[in-house]
């Protein structure tokens, strides 16, 4: 059993294991070395909110919203009504009475929106007569407004009124959005990034689009903020840019173009077999400073304010990753189609090499050329200030399904949700243990046999 929670194990599939990132079973960074499985749900669970600093929701294609205790492991609320899958989870905060009330706000397929009190469990609000599903919502606090995303854009109060909308902006519909300065946001719709203004007056609100920026040449899968004056975003066909959030001109472009190996007669069939590298940028995620890719199987270190790729793994994990996480002091962590949550520490050191191809993000020029004729030379560590290594930490190993994504709840846990339907809290095991002789000896106290 203690095998099995460390990450001993076979890699699933019939993906070969790289040995470079097998850890084994003694990690001593790694401090969740406890688990607790949780079951409510019977499919999918795609999304995790936190409420505060001891609930949390989880949502997925089952069409529940189920309100955990992530101490305890117990399931305090299961929040019905939507028929089919939920779409979108978001938190939003409602100021009443001087006190402040978390709520939560979901979409589902049955093209609805419900607003759910976490604390009693009703339903508060819903929207039953929308004309398309609901792919995103963004709250936007400081206009005490939120917005959601599909095939039109709708802006509500918080009464659930609908304020004003945009409509049929392209068939795949708004996939992400946020909120940019002076009222401003962005929307990602297929290849394009749009971007609209809030208008107010009075209590009127109007939207309006003000650009499209069409730089990317494919979908575009991801879309975050770096920091207050910048933002990302990231496609199928691996590229990164980097925009400046208030005038909108991009700041920096870079793709993956990974080169092929030179094919001859003798291993044009060995070649012909292996599977393409994928190359979409699935998920991002930043800290101000750094910008984390995840790019197919493997993950990328973006450092923004030097515009270049400072630690990377081409092979990261065994499947796609789905979801990645900057934490401080130079830590990250990543999960993927595998059902792997691992952890990585970017560490000061040169980066020992795995070739690169020319066109990865315009930085190892000469990585990965190969040659009929003659071995080629060792490639020189290209000379890029500040590179770093991106060292295996630790592998969590529990769920049998994709990792769809996790939620941190800083040193108390760690909450994994997959495809097998199951949520998992990781724990850190030391500090478990000392609150478990510590209720041991309250306990004795209490019985008076101290």
Not at 87 to 113: F, V, W
Not at 144 to 157: A, F, I, R
Not at 194 to 220: C, E, P, Q
Not at 239 to 250: A, N, R
């Amino acid at each position: 059993m203690l095998r099995w929670i460390l990450g001993g194990r076979e890699a699933l599939g019939t993906v070969e294991k790289s040995a470079a990132l097998f850890i084994g079973e003694e990690q001593p960074k790694n401090c969740f070395t406890e688990m607790q499985v949780l079951k409510g749900h019977f499919d999918i669970v795609r999304f995790l909110v936190q409420i505060d600093d001891l609930r949390f929701a989880s949502a997925g294609d089952d069409g529940l919203v189920l309100v955990w205790n992530v101490e305890t492991g117990d399931c305090l609320l299961e929040l019905r009504g939507h028929t089919q899958q939920i779409t979108a989870m978001t938190s939003y905060t409602i100021i009443r009475g001087g006190n402040t009330h978390t709520a939560l706000i979901t979409a589902s397929s049955d093209r609805t929106l419900s607003l759910w009190d976490p604390d009693s469990g009703n339903r508060v609000q819903n929207i039953s007569d929308l004309q398309s599903s609901v792919k995103c919502l963004l709250v936007l606090d400081r206009l005490d407004v939120w917005l959601s995303g599909g095939n039109e854009l709708c802006v509500w109060n918080r009464d659930f009124e609908l304020q004003c909308k945009t409509v049929h902006h392209s068939d795949e519909g708004i996939s992400a959005m946020l909120e940019l300065p002076k009222n401003f946001i962005a929307a990602a719709m297929d290849k394009e990034i749009v971007i609209f203004k809030l208008n107010l007056s009075g209590s009127d609100i109007v939207v309006m689009a003000m650009r499209h920026l069409a730089d990317h040449r494919d979908t575009i899968h991801s879309l975050i903020n770096i920091n207050d004056g910048l933002f990302a975003s990231g496609s199928h066909i691996g590229e990164l840019i980097v925009w400046d959030s208030v005038d909108w001109t991009i700041q920096a472009y870079e793709q993956i173009v990974w080169e092929e190996p030179a094919v001859d007669n003798q291993s044009e069939v060995r070649l012909t077999q292996q599977k393409p590298i994928e190359k979409s940028i699935q998920h991002m995620s930043s800290d101000g400073e750094f910008i984390v890719a995840a790019v197919g199987s493997g993950l990328y270190v973006y450092n923004v304010p030097m515009k270049s790729v400072v630690a990377y793994r081409k092979i990261a994990h065994d499947s796609n990753v789905l979801h990645t996480m900057l934490q401080k002091d130079g830590r990250l962590m990543s999960c993927s189609e595998d059902g792997s949550v691992r952890m990585w520490e970017l560490q000061d050191l040169p980066l020992p090499a795995e070739p690169a191809s020319s066109g990865f993000f315009g930085m190892f020029g000469t990585f990965g050329r190969s040659s009929k004729h003659s071995c080629p030379p060792v490639p020189k560590l290209p000379e890029v200030p500040g590179l770093r290594s991106l060292e295996l930490n630790g592998d969590l190993i529990g769920h049998s399904g994709a990792v769809q994504m996790f939620l941190s709840f800083k040193e108390k846990a760690l909450v994994t949700c997959s495809t097998d339907h199951l949520l998992i809290v990781w724990k850190d095991g030391e500090m478990q243990s000392q609150l478990r002789s510590l209720a041991v000896f309250q306990k004795l106290e209490e019985n008076q046999e101290l």
